[in-house]
């Protein structure tokens, strides 16, 4: 069955033709589909399947609005909702745990549980619900409730955790199974079963090892241009070149609101300054990972993506308000007033990404990730700068988001935003030649100028040492072609030309002595 995202199973037609009856002419437009309301998008049950003709489902296509303009809505095939199996698992777990919200909890043993994680640990959201989720879990496998699980003997409640995690083990991998037993031990650590009172669990880990293969691609950075150049439509070309020139995470870039970047945008400051704060976190929990607060910016064709998307977005939707999400879903089974607010999905841009990888014909785009952009991005920031020099270690961590190790974390100064952004700058987001090519590329026009038999230098080393040069090899003995050409002559002056310059200082006596990295050459005259 082809679905759209974040649309309820229950709102799509049926195979069978539905009565027509019943539909007030409010709910119908021009098309002959039916509106969906917004008392019926918060009550998906009562949404009415289409009328359709004596033909089934299948053998027509399905009509959306604006389906001629570039914010149509991307199809996926799944079998069930993730969002909804999400929000019945999140409901499931309230009603056993008695969760009034992620932090409050009506039991007083696991109310010590989430005290623990908020005041003693990363405070995060997600980990709060992942481990509800985890002891949730644990309460079905056992049959019992938490207030009953913290009264069992210590030798029973070994039993029952390492029994449960084994057969965990048996579906997941190892660090996910450690995962697992390290949330339910919390859960008794913080009622009674502690090291300090001789209770603790003791339970048996399980190996995990050094190096796991996991089954995905990293983009290179030409791949990455092409996936946003055939992204499609301009909100995701805009998706696209934002996760390739900030390296956000898939929260933080769902967590962008126009108000972040509105003011530079409005100047054309290019680069764009992004601010990743820990109140991003009230948006969507995780946008600022571990609360660590770190900036980042957007390169100017990130930002003239953008522009464009907002424009088009403008012309759709009319003026947006700066505290409505950067990038919005396209479901357009909402009305406009809730769907210009509507934030993408973690599904939904996942999707994004993968269409954009398979449009850029890249083989293995399934495996293609959001966190495999931002390994692109690092990528970047690993590379040569565009003054030929290389971006410091500290910088590269930062820009990243990441904790520096050690005291360095200490001493590092952030606070010259400027100083990051002149070197942001520097980056380059285009696909070069890299200095060796052009190393080689100058070599070659300089043998050729001197009148050099290429092939026969060539053919004559790999005579000499009986088998075929490596690109540096052959670069050496062109390099030493040269030398013996020019001579030893002593020099006069030297300087250095970039090649359009070249051939006029040859008509004035000088020589060439050397290629450089950047495509300038080296020249001399000789003494007279």
């Known amino acids: 069955m082809v679905r759209y995202l974040d649309c309820p199973l229950d709102s799509f037609p049926r195979t069978e033709k539905p009565p027509s ?92 549980m989430l005290d623990h994680l908020r ?12 481990s509800c989720w985890h002891l949730r879990k644990f309460c079905e496998h056992c049959q019992l409730g938490p207030e009953e699980l913290i009264r069992l003997p210590r030798e029973k409640a070994e039993s029952l955790v390492q029994t449960f995690c084994n057969k965990k083990r048996e579906k997941i991998s190892s660090a996910s199974a450690n995962q697992t037993m390290s949330a339910i031990k919390t859960f008794f650590r913080c009622n009674g079963f502690s090291r300090e009172n001789g209770r603790e669990l003791r339970l048996e880990k399980y190996r995990v090892p050094p190096r796991t293969i996991v089954n995905e691609y990293v983009p290179t950075l030409r791949e990455a241009l092409t996936m946003a150049e055939r992204a499609g439509c301009k909100r995701n070309r805009a998706i696209d070149y934002t996760l390739l020139t900030t ?26 300054l992004i601010k990743i704060e820990e109140s991003w976190n009230k948006r969507i929990p995780g946008a600022c990972k571990n609360g660590i607060p770190y900036y980042t910016f957007i390169a100017k064709i990130g930002a003239e ?35 210009r607010i509507k934030i993408l999905s973690p599904s939904e841009l996942l999707v994004i990404v993968h269409k954009t990888a398979r449009a850029a014909d890249i083989l293995d785009w399934n ?81 050729r100028m001197l009148k050099l038999d290429l092939p026969s230098i060539i053919l004559a080393k790999e005579t000499e040492l009986g088998r075929k040069l490596v ?49 300038r050459v080296v020249i001399r005259k000789r003494e007279s």
Not at 86 to 95: F, G, I, Q, V
Not at 124 to 130: C, F, H
Not at 414 to 424: A, C, F, I, Q, T
Not at 485 to 493: D, E, S
């Open 119 to 130: 005041l003693h640990r990363s405070g995060s959201v997600n980990s709060a619900r992942l």
């Open 367 to 447: 495996h293609v990730r959001v966190h495999s952009i931002r390994k692109s991005f690092e990528s970047v920031l690993r590379s040569p700068l565009d003054d030929g020099t290389s971006m410091d270690q500290k910088d590269q961590e930062f820009l990243m988001g990441h904790i520096l190790p050690g005291s360095q974390e200490n001493y590092y100064d952030r606070s010259k935003v400027e100083r990051l952004r002149d070197l942001y700058s520097k980056l380059v987001f285009e696909d070069r030649p890299t200095s060796k090519q052009i190393n080689r590329e100058v070599t070659d026009q300089m043998a």
């Open 21 to 112: 009856k019943g539909l007030p002419e409010s709910t119908m437009n021009q098309t002959g589909n039916v509106k969906v309301s917004e008392s019926v998008v918060n009550h998906p049950s009562k949404v009415e399947s289409k009328p359709q003709e004596a033909s089934s489902v299948k053998d027509k296509k399905r009509h959306h609005s604006y389906v001629n303009s570039p914010f149509n809505v991307i199809p996926v095939t799944l079998k069930t909702s993730a969002s909804s199996m999400k929000s019945s698992n999140l409901d499931h777990s309230a009603s056993i745990l008695r969760l009034k919200n992620p932090w409050e909890s009506e039991l007083p043993t696991v109310q010590l």
């Open 471 to 519: 690109d540096k090899e052959a670069q050496e003995a062109l390099e030493d072609a040269i030398k013996t050409k020019l001579g030893t002559t002593a020099v006069h002056q030297q300087k250095m030309v970039t090649l359009p310059e070249l051939q006029a200082h040859l008509d004035l006596q000088w020589e060439v002595a050397s290629p450089l990295p950047d495509g």
């Open 247 to 272: 390296g956000l995470r898939n929260t933080a870039l769902r967590a962008l609101c126009i108000r972040d970047i509105h003011d530079e945008l409005a100047r054309c400051e290019f680069p764009l």
């Open 305 to 339: 993506s953008i522009q464009s998307m907002l424009r088009e977005r403008t012309s759709i939707f009319g003026e947006p308000e700066l505290d409505e999400p950067l990038f919005i879903s396209n479901y357009n089974q909402i009305p406009l007033n809730r769907r």
